[in-house]
């Protein structure tokens, strides 16, 4: 557990320089969302006003890194600031965070903030225990006696992601068995409930909020007044759709591969998007009533809200279905960040994790930054004053994937396990339909980031080296 009370010697190491009128920090964090899913960002299909006006009041980054394309492994990176190589989250079924780190909630604790959580709980433990004051609207595993057996999805499909999770109190006792157990149509309405309900209060202390949708991850069904807004036939293929994987990408026989038949169909992808943006477009409207509290309560003026995802999604891309790949469409994020010193409209390729928040927000906050947290701070992307942040970004996947991003667009992905390789070029081929891993030409460049992805995977104490 990230320990409640702190540790003498840790707590004297995390005296805050507070911040003069330090901002509420308001993060939204949705689960399984493409970065290419905003309509203002440039996809037409869909409709997201809300998150529109977040865009044209904000800075968002085209750059923004999820590392592991897992939730548990990217929650947790959020959660401690650190990698999960580090933290001793490393993507294998079991592993806990460390027990003596501190956690976002506990740094942000130490500079004056009510610490409040909202929703999707993926990691060991408990908010209360890993730095929330406060919490409500908790969905967590739990529930699995009231579950029903023979529930399924849209399409008829036997339902298994978050199955028997179910709402719960601060103590993980269950306590709404009423709301439905697992996933249900109007689940983003329930948590943007309980997040009006912590906002409402409007303490004389700054706050952080963290709001955790499980949308648009599976199971999906189309949330109530959506019905019939988003025709299968009128919604656009992936510019990478394919019918199939041309190789073993390390997943191929996984859990979210299987939530559709192979080959990917025409069909099948269109259909799976229109449900797919139709749980975007909902909760987009419940985050509109997120924010029209904060204006009514006069907050949002002083309130930083970050909007981004976990991770990404496939949904045919590539010949996928699931998350775990290193493509752009997954492992890139959407990422909107709006408030106090930030420039309406802005835009920036700046490489970002999103672990990179924790002390981000710590640096705004006036928190002190604990030792034991290894990214960086982009508060100075943030206000202007830089415009690049990681010269390089890694991914990893168990031990069948590992990937490098440059600051200047080129991408390498290694496949361990088959000993294959990919280079893409993001720049001329932002879609990675073109291989250059074995193209004379670029031998030098795919020797050279071999080189730093080894030295990167020694640094950070690959478990599979």
């Not at 933290?87 to 409040?116: F, H, S």
């Not at 559709?260 to 998007?273: F, G, I, K, Q, Y």
């Not at 449900?275 to 930083?304: C, F, H």
């Not at 701070?377 to 069948?400: C, I, M, Q, R, W």
Request: aromatic letters at 10%.
């Amino acid at each position: 557990m990230c320990f409640r009370i702190l540790p003498v010697l840790f707590f004297l190491t995390l005296l805050p320089c507070r911040a003069e009128n330090p901002p509420n920090i308001l993060f939204l964090l949705a689960d399984d969302m493409r970065p290419d899913c905003i309509a203002a960002l440039g996809n037409p299909a869909i409709e997201t006003p809300n998150l529109d006006k977040l865009v044209a009041r904000g800075m968002t980054f085209t750059r923004a890194t999820c590392s592991n394309p897992i939730c548990v492994v990217s929650r947790a990176e959020i959660l401690t600031g650190m990698h999960g190589w580090e933290n001793g989250i490393t993507g294998i079924r079991g592993v806990k965070i460390k027990p003596d780190l501190i956690c976002w909630g506990d740094a942000l604790q130490t500079a004056g903030y009510e610490t409040w959580y909202v929703g999707k709980w993926h990691t060991a433990g408990r908010p209360t225990t890993r730095g929330s004051t406060d919490v409500a609207g908790l969905f967590s595993g739990g529930g699995s006696k009231f579950w029903k057996e023979g529930q399924r999805d849209w399409k008829n499909f036997p339902i298994t992601g978050y199955r028997g999770w179910i709402f719960q109190d601060a103590t993980g006792k269950i306590k709404y068995p009423e709301e439905g157990v697992g996933v249900t149509p109007d689940i983003s309405e329930k948590f943007a409930n309980a997040a009006i309900s912590l906002i409402e209060r409007k303490p004389e202390k700054p706050w952080f909020c963290h709001v955790n949708f499980t949308a648009p991850h599976d199971p999906l069904f189309v949330p109530p007044g959506l019905e019939g807004k988003y025709k299968t036939a009128e919604i656009p293929l992936p510019k990478d759709y394919a019918p199939d994987h041309p190789f073993n990408h390390g997943n191929y026989g996984g859990r979210d591969e299987a939530l559709m038949s192979w080959p990917r169909t025409e069909e099948a992808v269109r259909d799976l998007l229109r449900v797919y943006y139709s749980v975007i477009d909902d909760m987009d409207a419940q985050i509109g009533r997120i924010i029209a509290m904060l204006e009514k309560t006069e907050q949002l003026e002083n309130t930083l809200i970050v909007f981004t995802a976990d991770h990404g999604m496939a949904c045919g891309s590539h010949g996928l279905r699931g998350k775990q790949n290193q493509y752009e469409h997954t492992i890139n994020v959407p990422f909107i960040a709006a408030g106090p010193g930030i420039e309406a409209g802005s835009k920036t390729d700046a490489q970002i994790y999103l672990r990179d928040l924790y002390p981000t927000t710590c640096e705004i906050a006036g928190a002190k930054i604990p030792a034991t947290v290894t990214a960086k701070s982009f508060a100075p992307v943030l206000h202007g004053e830089k415009s690049e942040h990681n010269e390089t970004t890694f991914g990893y996947f168990t031990d069948t994937q590992r990937m490098i991003r440059s600051a200047d667009g080129w991408k390498l992905i290694r496949y361990p396990k088959i000993d294959h390789w990919q280079l893409f070029d993001l720049n001329a081929d932002r879609f990675e339909l073109k291989n250059l891993a074995d193209d004379p030409a670029h031998a030098e460049r795919r020797a050279n980031l071999e080189k730093q992805l080894d030295e990167w995977r020694k640094e950070k104490g690959d478990p599979f080296l």
